[in-house]
């Protein structure tokens, strides 16, 4: 037997990985097939065109490559920039933190600014790097969209105003792991030239898929790009694509078909309807975080996190030990404090295929783990205020109207 064995559902409220719809499961609970036969290219194709509607864009080129979030990441940088180019990244949490660790390491000159954990993208200092710019020296801005360490969003439509009235030519390269099919995401309106995302977040899928999208601009630069790739070469897959078999190597297939069931699920519920309902959820959770008496590491309303919120413990509890319970009394997985953070936050994550009565379980059995740790919460106090505000605003479910 399992030594993790308990009864009933895990209830998984981490960032990520998430839920996995059971239509999903279904869906790729088949055998291997030959990828090489009509059946996969033919899926294939279809997929591609879909999954260019949940980055909003008609003119990106997708590439579904077998790999995380972290090598989506390698795969946008190398296939764009050279050693030594000059780019500004932004640090406001761990995943940037790690984003930048990677772009060190490949051997570009990272020009890095640093906000405080909790806070967003310092897009003044950005205004000035761009204004004394006029060589144009910087080749690319990357920015992570959803930081999940923080629960904090950055403003993109920003990013790219600014690049727009510094007339900057800049490759605009944007994380969107955690925000991609849960928050508002425009590639094509914000001129985003590389957009990615992960297969274990909003998309609800096991991990192993990594989902990068490139504008023509990007590809464009893959002309001149001297950084060494192999394995996440886009040429590779542009040269099967033009042959109509797709791939360069062999595919997941099962997460092929996970994919094309998660994606006909958001269609059916409508992309907007997606986002609309992350935001009711956290704004839920951050009404009950309140009620409770806590704060949010996030420091500004503007930056809040419709995908994660990180939950700020006072000093007497360690942030671990309400993990740490929740798994081991409650069946209920919440996400650690890392970094910077760690034992002073404990995170909700509130994205993928969720409703309203399984947070309200979440939200529940938080307050019981703050009783535990000998935080004077008052038992049914978040829970109310959650219910309050999402009895309001729950929609009919329409096709059961």
């Not at 992570?144 to 969003?153: C, D, I, K, L, S």
């Not at 001149?224 to 190597?249: C, E, Q």
């Not at 992309?271 to 704060?295: F, M, P, S």
């Amino acid at each position: 037997m399992d030594y993790s064995y308990a009864p009933g559902r895990n209830h998984l409220f981490v960032p990520g990985p998430v839920n996995i719809p059971e239509q999903v499961i279904r869906a790729m609970n088949r055998n291997n097939e030959d990828y090489r036969s009509p059946a996969i290219p033919a899926m294939t194709k279809i997929l591609l065109e879909d999954v260019k509607k949940i980055f909003k864009t008609t003119a990106g080129t997708p590439f579904l490559i077998p790999t995380t979030g972290t090598g989506a990441w390698e795969s946008a940088l190398t296939n764009t920039l050279s050693p030594g180019d000059r780019i500004v990244s932004f640090l406001i949490g761990q995943f940037s933190l790690l984003w930048i660790d990677q772009q060190q390491r490949l051997k570009f000159n990272v020009d890095v600014i640093e906000s405080d954990w909790g806070q967003g993208a310092n897009l003044e200092v950005l205004a000035s790097k761009l204004a004394a710019d006029t060589a144009h020296t910087i080749k690319a801005i990357c920015i992570v969209h959803n930081e999940t360490a923080t629960g904090v969003t950055n403003n993109l439509a920003t990013v790219r105003k600014l690049l727009d009235y510094y007339q900057h030519p800049a490759l605009f390269l944007v994380d969107g792991v955690s925000s991609i099919c849960a928050l508002d995401f425009r590639m094509d309106e914000w001129g985003v030239d590389v957009a990615l995302t992960g297969s274990q977040k909003a998309l609800s899928l096991p991990t192993g898929m990594g989902i990068v999208c490139a504008s023509p601009k990007a590809l464009e630069a893959t002309k001149t790009a001297k950084s060494v790739r192999v394995f996440f070469d886009w040429n590779d897959y542009l040269k099967f694509y033009k042959l109509g078999t797709f791939w360069p190597y062999t595919p997941s297939i099962q997460l092929l078909y996970g994919l094309r069931a998660t994606l006909d699920l958001i269609f059916e519920e409508g992309l907007d309807n997606v986002i609309a309902r992350h935001h009711r959820l956290a704004k839920a959770t951050r009404l009950a975080v309140e009620a409770w008496g806590l704060k949010n590491c996030t420091q500004k309303e503007e930056w809040f996190s419709d995908t994660v919120t990180a939950v700020v413990v006072p000093p007497y509890v360690d942030s671990s030990e309400v993990v740490r319970r929740a798994w081991q009394r409650y069946n209920l997985s919440l996400g650690l404090g890392l970094n910077k953070v760690a034992g002073k936050v404990f995170r909700i994550g509130h994205l993928g295929n969720l409703n309203e009565l399984q947070l309200l379980g979440c939200l529940a059995g938080v307050e019981m783990i703050l009783k535990d740790v000998g935080y004077p919460v008052k038992l049914g106090s978040g829970v109310a205020a959650a219910c309050a505000f999402l009895q309001n605003t729950i929609p009919m479910i329409p096709s059961r109207i």
